[in-house]
């Protein structure tokens, strides 16, 4: 796999200690171990996986990214993502980092619908580079049947602990219906000092019901069906009901689809639409506050 010598990490740097939850006890139904996830999920939002058996998975996923890299720039923006599509390739520079929109991302990426790795050949949502059309089947589809089953098992953990009825966040995220899940190569070229700086993408909380990290520059996102709308489910959840009640200046009623939410703020966050600090604002979403 290229790219995998990989510096010391740096002395200087604080770092904060994450659980490691064993995928397998998960599986296995073990208790202790989902009540160790429920904790990290709780109280961090982030924990190291282990023992997810998707290796290769994973390490054929970086060749895909590393191969589409390197085609030609020319021909990486033939595929590009152009002013409001989510998947495809996505330039250096293509988006504003923060409100002044003084700073553009300095990473460039390739992201794969879900829908058209599980369905390849058929075309869903759009077309990609041939380096990616040369994987779908043996590299990009195993990826995300194999990432899709992970966070399926944790959702329906997080289904139980919520005290919803059973089976509801999977058949929020079902696999058979169209939506913004993909899988995602992120690249970003050497910079210089002044640029190394400055934050290479905005701030964000992942924009996912759940995240699968490979390092930051390999990920899945899981998200709601495209019809699905955000909402709190507290007419389903005690525990839920409760967390809302306590925080009576948030809007949990946002009243957007899942697809809808996400393409207003692709489209907001794009530079060329970037007219106000409004825009950046609205780039957040709906329930975004300062």
Sequence with gaps: MPGTTLPPFPDDVRTHRLLTIDYELIKAGDKDEENRLWKAATTIGYWYLKNHGADQEVSDMFDMGSETMALPF?????????????FGYKKLGANVVNAAAMNLNTSELINVSKDDALAY??????????????????????????????????????????????GTLERLHAM?????????????PPQVKEAAEKPPIGAHADFGSLVVYER?????????????????????????????????DRNFEIGSTAAAWLAMRMKNNRINNETEPDTWAASRGPEYTV
């Design 121 to 166: 050949p058929q075309v869903v949502h759009r077309t990609y580079p041939s380096t990616v059309n040369a994987r779908m089947a043996d590299t990009i589809a195993p990826f995300v049947r194999k990432t899709l089953e992970v966070n399926y098992a944790v959702l329906n953990i997080f289904n139980e602990k919520l005290g919803l009825p059973q």
């Design 74 to 86: 020319e021909e990486r923006m033939k595929f590009g993502q152009g002013e409001a599509q989510y």
């Design 216 to 248: 930051w520059s390999l990920s899945f996102f899981t998200r709601p069906g495209n019809s699905e709308v955000i909402r709190a489910l507290i007419e389903s959840s005690p525990l839920i009901a409760e967390a809302v009640k306590k925080q009576p």
């Design 176 to 188: 058979e219906e169209h939506s913004t899940s993909n899988a995602r190569c992120i690249r970003t």
